[in-house]
Nanobody, 118 residues
């Protein structure tokens, strides 16, 4: 059974930091690109960060470059999103996604809410 379980979302003040985690099971973690998406109310789901299968290549949305860092731990089958200098506009539900390139196999987590508010 495939599972992607996000955690770490909470209420945080502007300028603060959070670390999201996504723990996975049920598939071969090392074969999948891992991505973080977010979706704010009334907006489309947005790709925030991506890390390749080996962790050697990372890409970010322009809106989070320099503030967010994506990482993965193969031993723990987990992916992380370190979010610094949080802004109001970062408020959203954050989703973990696993994609096997070339196979069309894709899995989603249930999401974790991040709210940036003073």
């Amino acid at each position: 059974q495939v599972q992607l379980v996000e955690s770490g979302g909470t209420l945080v003040q502007p300028g603060g930091s959070l670390r999201l985690s996504c723990t996975t099971s049920g598939f071969i973690f090392g074969q999948f690109v891992m991505r973080w998406y977010r979706q704010a109310p009334g907006k489309d789901r947005e790709l925030v960060a991506r890390i390749d299968e080996t962790g050697s290549r990372r890409t970010y949305a322009d809106s989070v470059k320099g503030r967010f860092t994506v990482s993965r731990d193969s031993g723990k089958k987990s992916v992380y999103l370190q979010m610094n200098s949080l802004q109001f506009e970062d408020s959203a539900v954050y989703y973990c996604n696993a994609l096997r390139m070339g196979w069309g196999t894709e899995f989603w987590g249930q999401g974790t809410q991040v709210t940036v508010s003073s």
